[in-house]
């Protein structure tokens, strides 16, 4: 700093800058659990007072997603897979095109024979995808949202591997009970999250069967990894129900008085 006339020169204080980064785009492969317990209904309805049930309302809190993130970026891209004991594709290939969503939708059918859920394979190919993606200076992220109140997810993936994509999850159930232990479930997608994910990923659940909330917990998965706070600073949304402060009025005049209603009569 150049001091002025008259005045002794005083020493530039180290000026900190901030490299230019650019933020990758994404390849974002989701896993949608197709167990019976996708089926169960939800408390909100449609028009025609048909019940949605879980699966309805993840098809399209998937499409909302998609939309929203495409309009921040056009260049990220997509892909599909369903977990029923374990993982299988519904549409392998990434695209930008919300109808490749729509179509791999028609292809989800419910396994009957629920149980056992591993997730193994899901991390294999991420792993192998993410390599791919990689390659092209993309990112890969997986979105698993699950549906099962009482199975806890088994994997086996080494710790010493090398964590390659990020890893979100939503997960939906039913209230605790004696044939359900969703907090036990959550604690083990915790665990495979913590294991398997590259950047910050983030978990979230609901049993309270609100559509709007799990379009809510979408809405804040559409965070990028590599602008992600930990999940425990997130604040938002905001709550509507919160008041703001009171204003202050000692400023204006008058403000300081006791406000008189005026009679109607």
């Known amino acids: 700093m150049e ?5 002794s020169s005083i020493t530039a204080a180290p000026r900190y ?16 659990d197709v167990d019976p317990e996708s089926l169960v209904e939800m408390k909100s309805a449609t028009v025609s007072g048909r019940a949605f049930t879980r699966l309805d309302s993840i098809k399209q809190a998937i499409i909302l997603f998609i939309n929203a993130k495409l309009a921040i970026n056009p260049d990220h891209r997509f892909a599909y897979c369903a977990l029923g004991k374990t993982p299988f594709w519904l549409k392998k290939d990434f695209s930008s095109e919300v109808d490749s969503a729509i179509a791999a939708f028609r292809g989800i059918t419910v396994d009957s024979s629920g149980g056992h859920a591993d ?29 099962r ?5 088994q994997h086996q993936w080494p710790t010493t591997n090398q964590k390659l994509f990020t890893f979100d999850v939503v997960y ?17 997608l915790v665990d495979a999250l913590e294991q398997v994910s590259e950047y910050e ?3 979230f659940e609901s049993g309270q069967g609100l559509t709007r909330v799990l379009f809510r917990h979408m809405c804040v998965l559409l965070s990028h990894p590599q602008q992600r706070c930990v999940q425990d600073d997130i604040d938002v949304p905001k709550s509507l129900t919160k008041k703001s402060p009171a204003p202050d009025n000692s400023s204006i005049p008058g403000g300081d008085q006791e406000c008189v209603p005026v009679s109607s009569q």
């Open 201 to 203: 990923g983030y978990i």
């Open 149 to 153: 109140s009482s199975v806890v997810p």
């Open 119 to 147: 997730l193994t394979h899901l991390f294999k190919v991420a792993n192998h995808e993410a390599k791919k993606s990689r390659s092209q200076n993309r990112l890969l992220r997986v979105i698993l949202i699950y549906c």
């Open 17 to 32: 800058t901030l490299q230019p980064t650019r933020l990758s785009s994404e390849d974002i492969l989701f896993c949608i």
């Open 172 to 188: 939906l159930h039913d209230k605790p009970g004696p044939d359900n232990c969703p907090q036990k479930v959550y604690d083990g």
């Open 3 to 7: 001091g002025r006339a008259g005045q």
